[in-house]
């Protein structure tokens, strides 16, 4: 169990300069968002000082992920599933779905001020749907323009030019479900129930 322990320890530090490199922070940015010192970090990295839990919990906030990431800590049979957010075109998407195929769902989060400029709409093979959670989302769809409040939603094919963004300055979070071209979303509502006869 020491072993492992020793083992785990040890890789903090190789982990710890990858997440930095990452990130494209330097040491001395390092060392003001977290207040350890720079040669601190230095031999943290380096392998010469091992670390500690004050030290490992504000670079886990620092480079925003959780303890057990940091010292890649078996799974300890937690049924949740973390799933990373990734920045594309100007968005911050949340994959909520895993399987490869089928339907893919997300959440987008568009910031205030971002997307500016002249909308550039694109195609490609597929369906989509949004539901807007907060904010107003700007969608341009062929020759349509609309802005959808909370609590609307669209569907298209999008091998019509679209095109999305925020319709005010103001962030905006809606939900997306993509799917193959051709592929529909089916809808179940429950029967009205018949009227008995007077």
């Known amino acids: 169990m020491d072993d492992d322990l020793g083992r785990a320890l040890d890789a903090v530090g190789p982990r710890l300069r990858a997440l930095r490199r990452r990130r494209e922070t330097t040491l001395a940015d390092l060392s003001a968002a977290t207040g350890i010192s720079v040669s601190t970090l230095s031999r943290l990295e380096s392998g010469a000082r091992r670390p500690t839990l004050e030290l490992l919990l504000p670079l886990a906030k620092a480079h925003g992920v959780t303890l ?114 051709g592929e529909r979303a089916h809808l179940r509502a429950r029967p009205k129930p018949r009227e008995q006869p007077g």
């Open 68 to 181: 057990d990431e940091l010292v890649d800590a078996p799974p300890t049979g937690d049924p949740r599933i973390h799933l990373r957010p990734f920045t594309y075109n100007g968005m911050t998407m949340l994959p909520l779905t895993r399987r490869a195929g089928g339907i893919q769902a997300y959440k987008l989060v568009i910031p205030a001020g971002s997307r500016t400029g002249e909308p550039e709409p694109k195609t490609h093979e597929g369906y989509e749907w949004l539901y807007v959670l907060n904010g107003h989302l700007r969608v341009i769809l062929g020759e349509q323009d609309l802005v959808l409040v909370p609590g609307e939603a669209a569907e298209f094919d999008t091998r019509v030019p679209h095109w999305f963004g925020p319709a005010r300055p103001e962030p905006v979070e809606f939900l997306s479900l993509f799917g193959r071209q």
